[in-house]
């Protein structure tokens, strides 16, 4: 089994396309290599904000269980996948009075982390404390749980801030930790060695890079791969996941970023977080 | 210079500045400025001129650009307009050379055969004969591709990676005679894009096969001494979310750097 066919966070709910249904979202996961899949929503999604306009389910705890059913009705017409159901927590979803059924419909769960614009001491906290969450809300529902897209608007901020590629950079290969762990404003090391010693996995997200792609010059996408470096040298187990929200065959969808697996010489079989859902390696 | 610096396609869209803006905070240095362009006398275009320009539209854009050039002094502004399949470019009258200061066209996209796609170069060096102006021959396995992917043909069964790809494996992939396209190109001395756009249209297929096989060919038509031509396809853009970048991967992969890059003797680009 190959990276690119593991993706645990695929948005296939609330924002699913207008017209396209969860079997067409499922279609595309096939068609494109997936092979492991963690169907995934906002949590916000379903009531704690609700929002205007048709949705695809009812915005309550009802319409997130109608989500699954309708999920596992599509489970025989992919029996070469391995589906899981894995709603996103916000940062701010209130996981002490997480009703139940959330919890019993759930295979795993993925925390979004929060952001802040603080100095580097006060986010790197901030990021510790979002590790204890994930733990306290994999040790509250039982369930595993991960950490998603750990810098990404931390890093677009500072980057929309101003801190801009260095005068004659000279490539990946030249990219020092402290310069990284400046760019973000992380302790990464810090962040890294306390994901270890709570057994907290975090993805690497193909959003994330997709973004970074978009501001051209090499050395963002260089500085998000070199960060992922330092956590897989400390030990982190990292997951693989698009984050994909829609998609337009031949034009659009986030795809898995293997080439950051790659780099870091990370194979199917070392993602131990598949261990903890009962995903099968081939 | 980095081939990230060097754009030659990329689109100005509702406000150039904002474009030009966005292309100097994405360290593009050297800028082609483009808009699919129309001809009033020799055809219509469904859309109108919502997406394609007039010689008017692109006349006023021209003057724009020429304008702007003082507000980012440490760009290289060009604008080429994206001549379509369909377009009749024997009717670029004097107007539309003298305001171009190159040209690329676009492959047909319904079209694909081995004859069909060495039509193309064959195209490209006629618009450059008739205008005078060097001319690329923008993206042209991307409609291909897609359609191909479109069609059914899937990655093979136990895929072993891009070392595994021979050229053999590519040309069918592809379905057409790449080294028979890479002569053509070569002997008119027609360049060839290498596209970003295109890239992140593959990559939404996940599987590497497919973007590996688009590399191959680059790869091939590298081998075979085709000059290339780094462009994005920029078609609007969020920063920080959205927006094609330059495939400067592709071009580390070939080992061509900015250096490398013989359209921007032929277009009066320096080198930074």
Redesign the interface.
Known sequence: MHV?EI?LHYHAGQERRENKSLRDYIDFAH????KILGITDHDTRYGTRLREGPQHYPQSIEGMMQYRQDLDELRSDFPSMQIFFAPELSSVFEYKTMDDRIIDISDYFICEPASNHEEMELYTELMISELERTKAIANHTGKPTYMAHPFRYRL?NR??EGRT?PEGYMGACSMTDEEVMELIGLDIVAFADHAVSLGVAIEINGGTH??L??????YYLDALRHAFKILHRRGVSLVPA?DLHG??????????P?ETFEMLGITARDIGFLNQIGAKVE | MKIHQIDLHCHAGKSLKETLSFAHSTWRRIVGITEVVYNEKTETFENGSQNALSLEDFLQLRAEVDQLKSEFPDMQLFLAPEISAAFDYTALDDQWIAASDYFFCLPEEDKITTECMLSQPERAHAISRHTGKSTFLAYPFRSLWISRIQAGHRAPEKYAGPKGLTDEAVISALGFDLHAFAHMAVSLGVAVEINGETYSRIRSYNHPYYYDVLQRAYEILHRRGVSLVPGSGLRGFRPGKSGFAVPEETFEILGISGSDIRFLDQIGAKRI
């Open positions: 690119f993706d068609m494109t290599g997936r677009l980057i929309s590629l997709y973004r792609r978009s501001f051209n010059a090499p698009s998609f337009a065959p031949g034009q659009s969808g986030l795809s898995v293997k």
